[in-house]
């Protein structure tokens, strides 16, 4: 629903702040358990949604995919979602095609291998940003949802059994307990004192939009080449989500000089096996590190998506991460709410910090290792990570195991990934 002109205290079961796919997800799972649920952002959602405010595209876990269809949600998307079906991994000097990987060590998932377990889904979807942020925003709307956004909050304030979020325009959200979905540098986060752990790798990524002469076959490409991974990423139609990675002063030039001067750089690193390339679209740049946080949960606080961690794109599950987070603590909140329990509870917190907590930073840390592993050229650690490239995709079990994993269907899943309502 759109935004209202509400009463000056309004009572509700759960305010949500921050309005990005994490905070919508979140705010659309509690409408649809029953809760009265506020979501709050400064910004529109029109301005979330606009071609020039993110220009990245997300690679989203099957698993995650379904829980927008349990909600809803998935119905605005799913046109915009390019099926990836198999994914090829290389450690060779330039990129290649799927069919004749370059020369060097490489790896070939394939969702064929899946489909018995995976009822036929892709390894993930490819997807923009905006047409996300866009699918949720119709879908938030179209819900219970208290929307207020653009918003903005003068303050926030504990007491016995809740919690007040003021705004500016006079209205007091007062719930016994505040979702902090507001991204990276979480002023909610701060005020809690909850502090993060993490380092910059001194890296930047590239990110833009291409256009193919020839089709992608839905096959996304992850190349570890020697100054650092490059993406190509398959986009509905004869399109590519490129995401380069390099050192910043090398990144900051490839995003500020002219067209026809990166155009030619893009030639001499793709290579011609999808045929002509051209850019579409602005070019974007995002330095690249690891955050974490010390803990998900405070009084009558709980933290998801980038507010908990913030990883490397090297493995695509930054997003996934923080719909996992969203899937648990939907259900930890609506079961404790059938349960008559007080939702903001020390108790009902700490289930869902159990839940998500050890995976969280079990990801963190593969990513980060991962990064580093394949971030060293040195010839030694080159010929060891080949040779366990050659292993891994000689073992079929091996396989299945890290498809099923990145597809986020591995482990104690909650209902929502697993396509069921709570």
């Not at 750089?265 to 002509?276: I, T």
């Not at 394949?374 to 890290?402: E, K, Y």
Request: glycine share 10%.
């Amino acid at each position: 629903m759109t935004a209202m002109s509400a009463p000056s205290k309004v009572r509700l079961d759960v305010v949500v702040v921050g309005a990005g796919m994490a905070g919508a997800t979140l705010a659309l799972a509690l409408a649809h358990g029953g809760l009265e649920t506020a979501l709050v952002d400064f910004m529109a959602f029109e301005e979330m949604a606009a071609p020039a405010f993110d220009g990245r595209a997300s690679a989203i876990a099957f698993s995650a995919f379904r829980q927008w269809r349990a909600l809803g949600a998935a119905e605005a998307i799913a046109p915009h979602a390019q099926r990836i079906e198999q994914i090829l991994v290389t450690d060779g000097r330039a990129p290649g095609p799927a069919s004749r990987p370059a020369a060097g060590a490489w790896l070939r998932f394939d969702s064929a291998e899946i489909a018995d377990r995976s009822e036929g889904e892709p390894l993930g979807y490819l997807i923009e940003n905006r047409h996300v942020r866009a699918g949720l925003a119709a879908a938030v709307r179209a819900s219970s949802v208290r929307l207020h956004a653009p918003a903005r909050i003068v303050s926030t304030e504990r007491e016995s059994g809740s919690v007040t979020v003021a705004l500016a325009d006079g209205t007091r959200l007062i719930a016994p307990v505040v979702v902090a979905a507001d991204g990276r540098g979480s002023p909610l986060r701060g005020q809690a004192g909850i502090g993060t752990v993490g380092w910059a790798y001194g890296e930047t990524g590239v990110v833009a939009t291409i256009g193919l002469e020839r089709d992608h076959e839905g096959v996304a490409y992850e190349h570890f080449l020697p100054s650092g991974p490059f993406a190509i990423l398959p986009l509905t139609g004869r399109r590519a989500s490129l995401v380069w990675t390099e050192r910043k002063a090398r990144a900051e030039a490839l995003v500020s000089c002219p067209l026809e001067a990166f155009e030619a750089h893009l030639r001499r690193r793709f290579g011609e096996f999808l045929g002509a390339i051209r850019l579409e679209g602005p070019r974007f740049a995002y330095p690249l590190g690891l955050q974490l946080a010390d803990r998900v949960t405070a009084p009558r606080l709980a933290l998801i998506g980038d507010a908990a961690h913030a990883v490397h794109p090297i493995a695509g599950q930054g997003l996934n991460m923080g719909l996992k987070d969203v899937a648990a603590l939907a259900e930890t909140l609506i079961t404790a709410a059938r349960l008559g329990e007080d939702l903001g509870s020390e108790a009902v917190l700490a289930r869902y910090a159990r839940w998500r907590s050890l995976d969280n930073v079990g990801l963190a840390v593969a990513t980060d290792l991962f990064v580093r592993l394949f971030g060293n050229d040195a010839p030694l650690l080159r010929t060891v990570r080949d040779l366990g490239l050659g292993v891994v995709n000689r073992i079929g079990p091996a396989r299945r195991l890290f498809m099923m994993e990145a597809g986020g269907a591995a482990g104690d899943l909650p209902r929502l990934l697993r396509g069921q309502s709570v």
